[in-house]
Nanobody, 128 residues
Framework: QVPLVESGGGLVQAGGSLKLTCASTRTAFKDYAVGWFRQTPGKEREFVSGISRNGGNTHYVDSVKGRFTISRDSAKNTVALQIDSLKPEDTAVYYC?????????????????????WGQGTQVTVSS
């Protein structure tokens, strides 16, 4: 497991943008695929986007395609989630998660139970 810290959440108006960042202090983070999930009160944690350990493959849930962009910076040991055209329904706590994978594994897991490391979450609130 690796420690993860999310940042970048906040309160924005609909149509605005935010950039969430997931960072780890461990260099082993480069060996991990990363997923972003979100959760609202009373609902299950929902997969939003994921990226393979080498950044060669990405995946998005249909509701965010074209608005969210995931990327990773190996030099900074971070994975970012750029969120544009925010909607009120994007309001949630956003979590990053990591799972150790082999280099050739490009498949993006979408189930929370498949990720062993989790951050504490960052709140995103979109006002209409």
């Amino acid at each position: 497991q690796v420690p993860l810290v999310e940042s970048g959440g906040g309160l924005v108006q609909a149509g605005g943008s935010l950039k969430l960042t997931c960072a780890s202090t461990r260099t082993a983070f480069k060996d991990y695929a990363v997923g972003w999930f979100r959760q609202t009160p009373g609902k299950e944690r929902e997969f939003v986007s994921g990226i393979s350990r080498n950044g060669g493959n990405t995946h998005y849930v249909d509701s965010v395609k074209g608005r969210f962009t995931i990327s990773r910076d190996s030099a900074k040991n971070t994975v970012a989630l750029q969120i544009d055209s925010l909607k009120p329904e994007d309001t949630a706590v956003y979590y990053c998660a990591a799972r150790r994978t082999i280099l050739t594994d490009q498949f993006i897991r979408t189930t929370p139970g498949e990720y062993a490391s989790w951050g504490q979450g960052t709140q995103v609130t979109v006002s209409s």
